[in-house]
C-alpha cells in the first residue's frame, strides 16, 4: 500500500525481523525481549536479523503489549455513530478472545491510510478495517503482510476475512415493510461513491424493488454518510418535481437529515414522506428523530470477528487465497414514527 503523502518512513517492525530470520513473530518477540524458551542458536539469528535491519524498540506498543500480545489494531471512522458503537462491542469481544484492541479513528484530515501506517507501526499481529477508503488493492496488500478482517464491508480481496451485514436481506426488511403500509413510490438515498458498501445496498434495493413487481418505481438519489449529505438528498428529491411517498436511506445519519431537511421545506415526516434509515445508531433512537431503521446485530458482528482473528493470530500463518472466510450476519427491522401509511391520493 502506498504512504500517505507526508508521512514518515515505515519502521522496521518484529515482522520484518521474523521473515529475515526464518522465525515466527513469537519467537522474535520472546527472543528480542530476553525472555526463556528460545534457543541460543535461534536467539543469536533473531538479533543479527534485528541488528541488520535496523530494528529498534517501540515504546509505545511496548506499553500496549505483554509478551505474547495479540495485539488487533482497530480503524474506525469518527464521525460514524454506528462505528462507535461497533468500537465497544469489539473491546468486548476482543477481551473474551484474549485479544488486545488499540484504536487509530479515521476523520477528514486524519484519513485512513494514515491510521493503518500507525497501527503497523505499533506492530499490531491482525488489522480490523471498518472505513470505506481503502481499496480492495489495498486490502490484498496488506494481507500479504498480516492477517487482515473487513468488517461490515464485503471485500473481493485474497486473503481477507469478512464479517458483514445480510443487505438484501435488511433491503427486504425495509421495502416489505413500507410495501405493508400501501407504498409504491419508494426511492433510495444511497452513500455516494467511494465505498463498495454503497454499491452493495444500492444493489439490493434494486433486486428487493424488482421482486416487489416495482421496477419502474426504482429510484436512485446520490446521497454520503453524514446529515449534510441527506440534507442534499432532500434538495434534489423536491428539485425532481415528483417527490416519493417513501425514501430508504444508506444510513442513519443520512435518514436524519433528510428528515430534518424535508421538514424544514414544508413536508411532513411520515405523512407526506415516510423515512427508513440503517445502523440504529444514537442519533435514529434519539426522541426527536425516532427513526424507523435497520437494526445491525453489533455483538454478533464483533463476536464473529474476534473469534475468526484470534484463531488467524493463534495460527501464525497467513490467509492463503481461496481459504478466506466471510460471515453473512442477519438483520431485523425496528419500527418508529417516521413510517406511516402512504398519504391519501398518492
Do not use: K
Amino acid at each position: 500500500m502506498e504512504s500517505d503523502g507526508g508521512a514518515r518512513p515505515r519502521r522496521v517492525t518484529i515482522r520484518d525481523v521474523a521473515r529475515a530470520s526464518g522465525t515466527s513473530i513469537t519467537t522474535v518477540s520472546v527472543a528480542l525481549s530476553g525472555g526463556a524458551g528460545v534457543a541460543e542458536a535461534t536467539r543469536a539469528r533473531v538479533v543479527a536479523a534485528a541488528n541488520r535491519l535496523g530494528w529498534r524498540p517501540n515504546r509505545r506498543a511496548s506499553a500496549l503489549r505483554r509478551l505474547d500480545p495479540r495485539l488487533v489494531g482497530l480503524v474506525y471512522e469518527v464521525e460514524q455513530d454506528f462505528q462507535a458503537m461497533l468500537v465497544d462491542a469489539v473491546y468486548t469481544a476482543g477481551a473474551a478472545n484474549g485479544l488486545e484492541v488499540t484504536l487509530s479513528g479515521a476523520t477528514r484530515h486524519h484519513r485512513e491510510r494514515r491510521c493503518v501506517a500507525e497501527l503497523l507501526r505499533d506492530n499490531v499481529q491482525a488489522l480490523l478495517l471498518t472505513g470505506s477508503e481503502l481499496t480492495d488493492g489495498d486490502f490484498a496488500h496488506l494481507a500479504r503482510e498480516l492477517p487482515v478482517m473487513s468488517l461490515c464491508r464485503f471485500v473481493r480481496a485474497p486473503g481477507v476475512d469478512a464479517v458483514v451485514s445480510d443487505d438484501q436481506m435488511a433491503l427486504g426488511q425495509a421495502i416489505g415493510h413500507l410495501r405493508e403500509l400501501g407504498h409504491r413510490e419508494i426511492a433510495h438515498v444511497d452513500g455516494g461513491d467511494v465505498s463498495t458498501l454503497s454499491a452493495r445496498r444500492r444493489q439490493a434495493y434494486a433486486s428487493v424493488m424488482e421482486e416487489q413487481g416495482l421496477s419502474d418505481q426504482v429510484r436512485v438519489v446520490r446521497g454520503g454518510s453524514t446529515l449534510a449529505a441527506g440534507a442534499a438528498a432532500a434538495h434534489a428529491l423536491i428539485g425532481e418535481g415528483r417527490t416519493p411517498t417513501a425514501v430508504v436511506c444508506y444510513n442513519d445519519m443520512v435518514a436524519a437529515g433528510l428528515s430534518r431537511t424535508l421538514r424544514q421545506l414544508g413536508l411532513r415526516v411520515p405523512e407526506d414522506v415516510s423515512v427508513v434509515g440503517f445502523d440504529d445508531g444514537p442519533t435514529a433512537a434519539d426522541p426527536t428523530t425516532d427513526l424507523t431503521t435497520i437494526v445491525q446485530d453489533i455483538d454478533g458482528i464483533a463476536a464473529a470477528a474476534m473469534g475468526l482473528l484470534a484463531r488467524r493470530i493463534a495460527a501464525d500463518a497467513l490467509v492463503a487465497p481461496g481459504q478466506e472466510e466471510l460471515v453473512v450476519m442477519p438483520t431485523r427491522l425496528v419500527v418508529r414514527s417516521t413510517t406511516g401509511p402512504v398519504r391519501l391520493g398518492s
